[in-house]
Each structure stands twice: as C-alpha cells, then as structure tokens.
C-alpha cells in the first residue's frame, strides 16, 4: 500500500509597493499571529517559512495536516460540592448545562485540593478559509491605508492565492478574490504567472525566472557581492535596500572632487539617507568621490539612470557644503541657549530645559555605577569622564538649531559632533556626541555597543532614553499595537542593550523617581505610576533584547527571574544566563531546584499571614527539625555565593541541599496542622526556605514540565 504524502500549504498576498520600513515588522507580526490561525483553524505544520518582497507576503507551512480531534478539559465543582445526598447538586447541575454534557460524561480528576468533576468536550474548528482572511487583519504595521470601504491594509492587495497540495482554496478579503496565479517583477515581467502547487523551491525558481528574488538573504547577498570593490559594509543601509528592490543590481557614479571638503560623515549621510545609496571609500577607509546604487532589475540605458542619481547626489551635496559653512561662522556652544525656542514632545518645556534635566541625571548615574568594570576605578580619571560626560550631554542637542540638521534631520548628533570637533571640543566629547544615539536599531548586536561607545556617550545615552520614556509616559503617551510615534519601543530598547553591553549596576527604579523629580511639575503622573507602567514596558524589550520565545524554557526561565526582582537590570541578566548556563549543562540539579521552590510555594498559596519567626522548640517531627537545623546551617553559605553574585553555583548548593529533605518533609509531615502554633510555625519554616531563593534569584515555581 503506498504511503499518502504529505503535503504543503503556499500563500501569497500581492500589494502595491510595501515601504521598507514596514516589512520587518509585518514578519514579525506574520509568525506570531499564524501559528495561532492554524490552531483555531485546527491544523498543524512542521516548519513556517515566511518571506516578502516590496510587492509580496509569502507563507509556506511544510507537512501541513489537519491536527487529530481537538479536545479541551473543563473542570467543574468538587465531588464534595456535586453532591448532597447522592442527589446533584444545582452547582453541578448548572456546570453540566454550561457546556451541553450529561451527568454520565464526567470523570473525576484528583487536584492537589482534591477531587473535582472533569469533562472533555470536543472543540470546533473553523474552516482554513478563516485563516486566508484574518491573517492579513491581524498584520501590524505603522500605518495603514483605507480604500473602497472599511477595510485597511499598508498598500491596496492586488492578488492573492493560497494552495494546499496541488487544491487552491477560495477565499476573499474585501473586495479581492483569490485566484492561482502570481506576478513577476513590475516592471521587467508584470504578467499573470500560473502556480501548480505548493512547492516553494519550484515557486521561487519561477519568480526568479521572472526577475524576483524572493529570499531576502539572497537578495543580500547580491548587494553585498556588489559593494565589494566599494569597501562599504553599512549592514543597516544594505537590509534597508534588500527590502526596496524585489531584484538588485547595481548603478555605479561620481561625483565632484570639491565636495569632499565635507566631513565624510556629512557626505556618506545624505547619500545614504535621500538616495538609499552607498558611499565608496579607498584601502585607507578614506571617503572617495564614487557612490555605488541599488536599482529594482536591471534595464537599458543604466549610463542615464547614473547620471540622474549624480544630479540628484550634487543638488544634495551643493545644499550640504552651503549650510555646513554657515553654521561654523558661531561655535556649536553658541547655539546651545537658542534651544529655549524649540519645544519637547510638546508640552514639557523646552529642549534647553531638557538638556540641563541630562546633565543633572548624567551626574546622578556617574555616583550609581562608579563601580562598574567600565568606569574606571582611578578617582582622577572618572573625574574626567563625568566632565566630559557633562559636556556632553550640554551639546549633544545643539545642532537642533544649525541650518544643516534643519534641512537634514538625518545629520542630527552626526553634524554636531563634526561641529564640536571643528570648534577644539575634547575627543570623547565630539565622538559622544553621535555616539549617545547609538543604538541606531535594536537589531544591532550589544557587544557593538562596547567598541563603538565611549563613557560620556553611554551617560548620556542612558540618561536622554530615560528622559524621554519619562516624559512621554507621564503625559499619558504611550505605544499603541504598531503605533509608536515617539519612538518609545526603540528609546526602551536601547536603554536595556546599553546596560547588557555594559554591564551597569543602579537602581532602576531611583533613576525613574529623579527623573521625575527633575521634570516636576511638567508631568500628569505621579512617580509610582510611571514606575508601574514602564517596568512592562521594559520588561518586554528585554525579551525582545534577549530573542525569548513564548513557551520556551529560556522564556520561562526570564519570567522567573524579573518575578524575583527587577530593580538592577544588570542583575536581571546575571541571573538569567546564571540559570540558562546550569539548565544546560546541569538540567538535574536545575528541575531539582525548580521542584522545591514549586512545593514550598504551592502549600503557602491562599495563605494570606505568615509569621517570619520560627520556635525551634516548637518543632515536632524528626524531618522538621532536620530541615530547620539544615536552614540554620546552610542560610549563611547561600547568602555568601548570593553576595558573590554567584548564582549558578547557589543554584546548585541549593539543589543539592534541599531537594531531598523538602520532598521528606512533605511525605511525613502535616504543614496544615489543626493546631494553629503548630501550622504557623511549619509555614514559617516553608516560606523561610521558599524565601532563601526566590529573593534573590527566581521565582522557579513559574517553570512548567517539574
């Protein structure tokens, strides 16, 4: 008997143009939102392949199936509460009414406080055709578009198709159709393209037959294959390109020597940021007058296509050379005072205001992680940093008010740490001034972060994201789904890689109360309920940071951790890859771990008041009194390697320790005791081991699988 095969699922959802900027975070939004559609769809897959292009989201699900019948558990009122009498009781007879079942489907689950009714009920699917038509609702992006009726989407779709096997399935979104059918590129093979099944290495070899590179690695791949004689690896400008163009190929051009007088920051910038092309530079790194373009396909008379990106770049460069000498007639510091013209996120005073709010919090955060291995320990020389550092963060929004930034607000830190370097500023002063924007994305890797940042950048760089978190949430502006037009996920998440690269111990919770203090009356909100609103808030651009999956033992570990206390990111961390380091190479000792704190939290739920003391002369029983004297013995040795930071190894210590006495302690002895002393006492004890770990380190009942 021949073996069905399996079989695939391809989805394609064509648009207009896509801006760049959008694609990532529709990615990500696709393989979030899927797996969930499929589930309620009541399908499974092997492996998600999701891919886009300016003009396409494509998504693949290898071995897709249909999933067995689902089936969900309802528990409903104990054996005690379902009958009185042998006569059910109206709490079961309405449990029963609530979800269509007779008395005959229940089974009786035993449950760590006792024994209650259970039923499985089998959970209806919806059709596939909910999944075709929700996903492209449920896709995030920062803006959207309205057309025809109350329908939005980033772009108008244009087509669609979804194929399972070799059947197409019909669906419609709006006023679009699906259909079997793709197109190629829009402007080299703008045709009806036919698809006969859900293969996706024939589909991309097709689409690029018809000048669409569909991997967006490929397509980087081939940029970077063309910017090899130009010695420019800009990664951010290359994934940037990758999702502009659906085939690349290169346009190379010059410009006029004069130009180079500039800064090559100032020059490589207006070319990167207007025309989306690459500067050139020798074997020494020294900007040259070449720039190398990435067109969409390539085509006839690329020699014109040159010339109109030179006309374009020498307009831009023309413009650039003209203001850059016009605001060094005044020295950067001379701008600093004209900062009282220029408003901050609106309503909280001035960007003068906002510069000095810096240097008092750069001050405040110099005297929290003096400590730090970064900050040096010579008195002398952290003097020096703290001085530049404040001058630093003086300048660092000056060059708001230069005729540069004003028609070049890409330039912004970068003009005015050209300027202060002009005006004879201290090195790490015009270097910190570009730097304290860094990290430029989140997708940059945080050990960059260490070589490419000097300490008054670092000050200041944690002391304005601070600002501006600070502010925006005490003026009630928050992120809203894909909405974040003050760029707060951004502000939150560089402030949590800086202090991952850095390694920076202070109170976080302090710094948010001085930079409340410091506002004053500027803010709507109080300190306690920013503090409440921006620990989430940072919390989830830490899982970010750390690239955690829901449902994964890494992710579980993290929730464990931040349960257990937040105040010192930089601890938050330790003790992460403290815990991640022992589940992989001990995952024993960790489950043990996790196993006592689990039974020592579970007996002390609903107990709402435990005394702290324990009367040793009140214990009873052999293993309490064992368990105690190992407490008593132990606690001090715990609290040294917790001091020592060293958390794996208290981990460990505390594995081994306790694992086996809690579990004896358990098995013979009644915590819950009638006598009221006596139960006190033995939920002292309890919590006093339960504490001994998760105050320090994690809450590790949060992990599932014990």
Not at 198 to 209: G, N, S, T
Not at 487 to 498: D, N, Y
Not at 567 to 596: G, Q, T, W
Request: charged fraction near 30%; aromatic fraction near 10%; glycine fraction near 4%.
């Amino acid at each position: 008997m021949k073996k069905k095969l399996l079989e695939n699922l391809l989805f394609e959802i064509g648009v207009e143009e896509i801006p760049s900027d959008y694609i990532e975070g529709a990615l990500e939004s696709i393989q979030k939102k899927t797996p969930v559609l499929f589930e309620a769809c009541g399908y499974q897959y092997e492996e998600l392949v999701v891919r886009a292009t300016p003009r396409r989201f494509v998504i693949f699900a290898k071995n897709f199936s249909k999933k067995p019948q689902m089936t969900e558990e309802r528990l409903g009122p104990s054996k005690e509460q379902s009958y009185h009498n042998n006569v059910p009781t109206p709490a079961l007879i309405g449990f029963l009414k609530s979800i269509g079942k007779k008395e005959s489907d229940i089974e009786w689950k035993e449950m760590a406080k006792g024994v209650r009714a259970k039923v499985t009920i089998k959970k209806e699917a919806k059709p596939l055709r909910h999944f075709f038509e929700t996903l492209p609702l449920e896709m995030e992006f920062p803006k959207l578009m309205r057309w025809e009726s109350s329908f939005t989407f980033a772009r108008p779709i244009r087509w669609m198709f979804a194929v399972v096997g070799k059947k197409f399935e019909h669906f419609q979104i709006d006023s679009s159709k699906s259909d079997s059918y793709t197109y190629g590129h829009r402007f080299l093979a703008n045709r009806k393209i036919r698809i006969a099944s859900a293969d996706l290495d024939l589909y991309e070899k097709i689409l690029q037959k018809n000048h669409v590179v569909l991997n967006h690695k490929k397509r980087v791949r081939l940029i970077r294959e063309f910017l090899k004689l130009s010695n420019n690896s800009d990664e951010n400008l290359i994934q940037k390109v990758a999702n502009l163009v659906e085939e690349p190929y290169p346009v190379r051009g010059t410009f006029k020597k004069d130009y180079l007088v500039l800064p090559a920051e100032v020059l490589s910038t207006c070319m990167r940021q207007h025309q989306k092309i690459f500067a050139c530079y020798d074997a020494q790194g020294k900007l040259v007058n070449r720039f190398i373009a990435i067109m969409n396909g390539k085509r006839s008379h690329v020699k014109l296509i040159a010339r109109n990106y030179e006309n374009v770049l020498k307009s831009r460069l023309e413009d650039a050379k003209f203001f850059y000498h016009e605001d060094t007639k005044t020295k950067l510091e001379a701008k600093v005072p004209k900062l009282k013209e220029m408003v901050f996120l609106g309503k909280l005073g001035s960007y003068f205001e906002k510069v000095e709010r810096l240097q008092k919090l750069v001050e405040y955060l110099a005297k929290s992680i003096q400590g730090a291995a970064w900050f040096s320990g010579n008195a002398s020389q952290s003097q020096y940093v703290v001085q530049d550092a404040l001058k630093t963060a003086r300048l660092c929004k000056a060059d708001l008010m230069t005729h540069l930034v004003y028609e070049f607000p890409e330039l912004q830190g970068i003009a005015g740490s050209e300027y202060a370097k002009h005006d004879g500023e201290n090195e790490p002063v015009w270097k910190g001034i570009k730097e304290h924007y860094y990290p430029l994305n989140l997708s940059e890797g945080y050990a960059q972060l260490v070589k490419k940042m000097n300490p008054p950048a670092v000050l200041v760089s944690l002391a304005d994201r601070m600002d501006l978190l600070i502010g925006a949430i005490g003026m009630g502006i928050e992120p809203s789904g894909s909405r974040d037009p003050y760029a707060l996920r951004r502000a939150a998440g560089g402030f949590v890689k800086i202090v991952r690269a850095f390694h920076l111990p202070f109170s976080f919770g302090l710094l948010i109360r001085k930079t409340v203090e410091l506002y004053g009356h500027y803010l709507k909100a109080n300190a306690n309920d920013i503090h409440k609103k921006l620990i989430p808030f940072v919390k989830e651009r830490m899982i970010f940071e750390l690239d955690l999956k829901p449902g994964t033992k890494p992710y579980e570990i993290f929730q464990a951790v931040f349960d257990s206390g937040l105040d010192d990111l930089s601890n938050v961390y330790d003790r992460f890859f403290a815990l991640i380091h022992l589940y992989e190479k001990k995952p024993d000792e960790f489950m043990k771990a996790c196993k006592v704190v689990e039974r020592t939290s579970n007996i002390l739920k609903g107990v709402k008041e435990i005394s702290g003391e324990i009367d040793g002369s009140a214990l009873q029983v052999e293993e309490e009194k064992t368990l105690y004297q190992l407490v008593c013995a132990k606690e001090p040795e715990i609290a040294r390697l917790l001091s020592r930071k060293e958390y794996g190894t208290a981990s460990e210590e505390y594995s081994r320790l306790f694992y086996k006495p809690v579990h004896d302690f358990f098995d013979k002895v009644l915590v819950n005791d009638q006598d009221q002393k006596i139960r006190a006492n033995r939920q002292a004890l309890v919590q006093k081991i339960n504490r001994l770990y998760t105050d320090k380190i994690a809450n590790l009942a949060l992990i599932t699988n014990q």
